[in-house]
């Protein structure tokens, strides 16, 4: 094999509309694997710039345009502008027959594609199961990482083999269950980032001036014992939740309370009420699934429960401080905004 990639045979021109953070990565790492890129499409001055950064050379095009010179179009749009975009390229008799189509939504699978399909589009779904920069950084974070690939039997070695260039983990996704490995990823990672906030808000509120540097080595350590836990797992095994710690797995229902109690106290005096709403609702579930998986003894368990019914979830957190929303600005005229989100995307 040719060591230079641009040299390989099937080499596919790749157009890549929306240059976010998601589009403009991976189009970079497409071009690595020595598929040229044809044409990128950008709105706002920091996709373009992002453009300039990690395709350079590439033209910055319409949309339409981006489509009918390549062929392998990749679609790294957000979620909601994805199927009237595939929608709207029909209507205009933008696809071509044998295009490679691959979208990188997390939320759908090939179904989304259907308009380009009829074309006689060949539709993949490949949604990279990480967040992104946007920057050069991304590139060396692509390796080894999971991507589910959900296409049509035929062609599924093909999204397949797209992934494994570019240094990915193919993991095959069934088409009906994209909402639910995408609310996975979505719950792990978003949900992650909102817990620490509140615990480095609860620090801070105790006097800690860095909470992050306090919080590093004990979260670090916890979700590496988690992660460990749920790939030795198995079917049957307990998984995750094997490596709780703290009061829940001790069943200390004294010291539950005592957080209840100042938490609560803080949530008032600063306006946080999410904060000991979101402690009771992860305290009942860890008891939940330290019960289940034999952790902790059912009296011990109740006892915890018994500590946690102190905290009223408040429906109404939104209407206590109104932050308002922008008002949504013209689309942008050489196409839809970027997906500059993930994981998972964002966008997961």
């Known amino acids: 094999m040719s060591a230079d990639p641009a040299s390989r045979p099937g080499r596919l021109g790749v157009g890549v509309v929306g240059a976010g953070r998601v589009g403009a ?8 694997a020595g598929h040229p890129v044809v044409g990128v499409s950008a709105v706002s001055a920091e996709s373009r710039e992002r453009a300039s950064t990690l395709l350079p050379g590439v ?24 199927a009237p975009l595939v929608r709207g390229l029909a209507d205009t008799g933008a696809w071509q027959a044998g295009q490679i189509v691959a979208h990188t939504s997390g939320r759908f ?15 993949l779904a490949l949604h990279p199961a990480m967040t992104f920069t946007g920057t050069s950084l991304d590139l060396s974070r692509l390796v080894g990482c999971a991507f589910a690939v959900t296409a049509p039997g035929p062609v599924l070695p093909i999204g397949q083999a797209l992934v494994v260039e570019i240094g990915g983990e193919p993991v095959v996704v069934a088409e009906d269950r994209r909402p639910l490995y995408h609310a996975g990823l979505a719950h792990g990672a978003n949900h992650l980032v909102v817990l620490v906030a509140q615990a480095a808000q609860a620090l801070r509120a105790a006097g800690v001036e860095e909470p992050g540097r306090v919080l590093r080595p004990l979260l670090e350590a916890a ?28 069943g200390d229902a004294g010291t539950v309370a005592d957080h ?33 998986a034999g952790l902790i003894r059912a009296d011990a368990a109740q006892h915890v429960l018994d500590a946690l019914a102190g905290i009223i979830t408040t ?13 949504a600005g013209p689309p942008g005229q050489d196409g839809p905004a970027e997906d500059d989100g993930n994981p998972s995307q964002e966008d997961s």
């Open 315 to 327: 429906p109404s957190v939104l209407q206590q401080e109104d932050h308002g929303t922008p008002p």
């Open 109 to 123: 699978g090939t179904a989304v594609l259907d308009p380009a399909r009829a074309a006689g589009v060949i539709p």
């Open 25 to 32: 990565v991976l189009g970079s790492a497409l071009r690595g």
């Open 223 to 250: 979700l590496d014992g988690a992660l460990r836990a749920e790939d030795a797992a198995g079917d049957d095994g307990p998984g995750a939740i094997s490596a709780l710690t703290g009061p829940v797995r001790r």
């Open 260 to 292: 209840v109690a100042v938490l609560a106290a803080m949530g008032t005096a600063s306006g946080a009420v999410d904060v000991p709403t979101g402690y009771g609702a992860l305290s009942r579930a860890a008891t939940a699934r330290a019960l289940s």
């Open 59 to 82: 033209p910055v095009l319409e949309v339409p345009e981006v489509v009918r010179r390549a062929e392998l179009v990749l679609l790294a749009v957000p979620d909601d502008a994805l």
